[in-house]
T-cell receptor
């Protein structure tokens, strides 16, 4: 069966520090991969999605970036965190032909201080 | 640009009462609409999609293109329905492979 992992589960980082959040999927090949941010009272905001290795679509301008170095690995990064980057970050995957049926990871709670 | 609006942040009802979670969308083409649910301490998961026209856990949702709405309904709420509900849209005619989510509505079903 397919599983999706995210780490770390929680993270507290100072303003201006770098960020790296990792997401991996097991049990499937060539998935679509997604990064969302869930800020308090604002629902789910799509940040990036990827339909293949090295293929990244950015949804919103920001100081975050994403990379997909391997088929089932998706990384969210920042060179310098801002206070506004605090939030709950969710990774999700879907089968390529069924982008509406997404399976979500457990999430990472990021607090920027 | 496509947009999904869920006007209610919180909806509180008593057990056995009818429930309607509102969702309106803005999209010029042919959309596909979905409802996702997140129960306490569980991951976000797909509840239903409009194309299936199915009832899941007693919930139904009808796409009304005239009113650009996709409200989620259940005739008799149960305590276990308490959760966060998100309406989502994907542009069926663009090949876009990502969902646009609304801001979510928290449903509280009181005993």
């Amino acid at each position: 069966s397919q599983t999706i992992h995210q780490w770390p589960a929680t993270l507290v980082q100072p303003v201006g520090s770098p960020l790296s959040l990792e997401c991996t999927v097991e049990g499937t090949s060539n998935p679509n991969l997604y990064w969302y941010r869930q800020a308090a009272g604002r629902g789910l905001q799509l940040l990036f999605y990827s339909v293949g290795i090295g293929q990244i679509s950015s949804e919103v301008p920001q100081n975050l970036s994403a990379s997909r170095p391997q088929d089932r690995q998706f990384i969210l990064s920042s060179k310098k965190l801002l206070l506004s980057d605090s939030g709950f970050y969710l990774c999700a995957w879907s089968v390529g032909g069924r982008p509406y049926e997404q399976y979500f990871g457990p999430g990472t709670r990021l607090t920027v201080t | 640009a496509q947009r999904v609006t869920q006007p209610e942040k919180l909806l509180s009802v008593f057990k056995g009462a009818p429930v309607e979670l509102k969702c309106n969308y803005s999209y010029s083409g042919s959309p596909e609409l979905f409802w996702y649910v997140q129960y306490s301490r569980q991951r976000l998961q797909l509840l239903l999609r409009h194309i299936s026209r199915e009832s899941i856990k007693g919930f139904t949702a009808d796409l009304n293109k005239g009113e650009t709405s996709f409200h989620l309904k259940k005739p008799f709420a149960q305590e276990e329905d308490s959760a966060m509900y998100y309406c989502a849209l994907i542009g069926g005619d663009t090949g876009r492979r990502a969902l646009t989510f609304g801001s979510g509505t928290r449903l509280q079903v009181q005993p």
